[in-house]
């Protein structure tokens, strides 16, 4: 299986199609707030965005924010379930943390979804013992 791994920075019709229905699929957005068009503004927002491809079609996603100076978050990383345990995740993590690392950005953390822990800590990641992700409640 191909697997093609690259950036992205502006995204097409098409590709932001896929990208929305991974968010979609990935429980992330709901049917009433998918919405193609804002998935340009979060391509170009971010630091770096990855995309996996098989066949021409987006099958994985991740990407990172950052200052650009000292820190970088991973967020939105996610793979469809039919290519979920083939690699794919890995791919794009590492393309993403390298991508980070060469802009001289030394401290890369995230917040792993509810079962993912295990994948980011064979990754290299730990987990913060002294610290907890808190979400502003409206």
Known sequence: MLIIIKELKSPTPKQREEIAAIYLENGWWDEKNENPDLVSGIVS?????VIAEFQGRIVGM?????????????????????????????Q???KITSRIQSDG??????????????????????????????LLKK
């Open 62 to 90: 991740g990407r990172a924010i950052s200052d650009g100076a000292s820190d970088a978050y991973i967020q939105d990383m996610a793979v469809q379930s039919g290519f979920k345990r083939k690699g794919v995740g890995t």
């Open 92 to 94: 794009i993590l590492k």
């Open 45 to 49: 927002g971010s630091h770096c965005f």
């Open 105 to 134: 950005i030394g401290w890369i953390g995230l917040i792993a979804e509810k079962g993912s822990s295990r994948f980011y800590s064979g990754q290299g990641f730990e987990i913060f013992r002294d610290a907890s992700p808190m």
